[in-house]
């Protein structure tokens, strides 16, 4: 399995504030949060409404060299997609996108997750080669590919737990942060 090293030795935070997306302050006030909520730097800029999703995966695929895929533009083979169980696809938001030979193309939100590329790689029985794209992007995936209806107050591995239960599901909305909204 491959080790994701930075080609860009900056910062998450720094290349941010260079390219003008957030201030020092809005960083010092994240990494604050980042402390106390145990979220990821990026998620919570998010959260604090101080960059984008997009703004943020572009970021990490730059400082990390991991190409960047917008997932709308891609119609995903169902022979593929039954590489990865749908279980694991909402566990660790991901989608598969293509295979060749024994290498499967995956989209995956947090490419540098060692210990998810290891379990997909271990359940698909392929070598893994990683892209990444937005939480929302990939979970709009996972919905359209596995066919997952989710209630809209509910995250998508409590919706997967009640799958399991038999329960019956609805639809969901999906905010442009990834999270599932409750229209209500």
């Given at each position: 399995?491959?080790?994701?090293?930075?080609?860009?030795?900056?910062?998450?935070?720094?290349?941010?504030?260079?390219?003008?997306?957030?201030?020092?302050?809005?960083?010092?006030?994240?990494?604050?949060?980042?402390?106390?909520?145990?979220?990821?730097?990026g998620e919570t800029l998010v959260d604090l409404g101080y960059?984008?999703?997009?703004?943020?995966?572009?970021?990490?695929?730059?400082?990390?060299?991991?190409?960047?895929?917008?997932?709308?533009?891609?119609?995903i083979d169902p022979v593929t997609i039954r590489l990865v169980p749908e279980q694991l696809?909402?566990?660790?938001?991901?989608?598969?996108?293509?295979?060749?030979?024994?290498?499967?193309?995956?989209?995956?939100?947090?490419?540098?997750?060692?210990?998810?590329?290891?379990?997909?790689?271990?359940?698909?029985?392929?070598t893994l080669r990683c892209f990444t794209a937005t939480s929302a992007d990939i979970l709009g995936a996972i919905k359209r590919c596995y066919g997952i209806k989710i209630p809209e107050h509910v995250d998508l591995e409590e919706a997967m737990a009640a799958e399991d239960e038999g329960e019956k599901i609805s639809i969901f909305t999906i905010s442009e942060n990834g999270s599932v909204k409750d229209k209500g």
């Amino acid at each position: 399995m491959r080790r994701y090293k930075r080609v860009i030795k900056k910062k998450l935070g720094q290349m941010l504030i260079e390219s003008g997306i957030i201030t020092k302050e809005e960083l010092d006030t994240a990494l604050a949060e980042h402390k106390l909520g145990g979220k990821l730097v990026g998620e919570t800029l998010v959260d604090l409404g101080y960059a984008t999703e997009e703004e943020i995966t572009a970021a990490i695929s730059a400082q990390y060299g991991i190409p960047y895929l917008a997932l709308d533009h891609y119609e995903i083979d169902p022979v593929t997609i039954r590489l990865v169980p749908e279980q694991l696809a909402v566990k660790h938001r991901c989608i598969p996108l293509d295979r060749m030979g024994d290498v499967l193309t995956l989209v995956i939100d947090n490419p540098l997750d060692e210990e998810a590329r290891k379990e997909i790689e271990e359940e698909s029985g392929m070598t893994l080669r990683c892209f990444t794209a937005t939480s929302a992007d990939i979970l709009g995936a996972i919905k359209r590919c596995y066919g997952i209806k989710i209630p809209e107050h509910v995250d998508l591995e409590e919706a997967m737990a009640a799958e399991d239960e038999g329960e019956k599901i609805s639809i969901f909305t999906i905010s442009e942060n990834g999270s599932v909204k409750d229209k209500g």
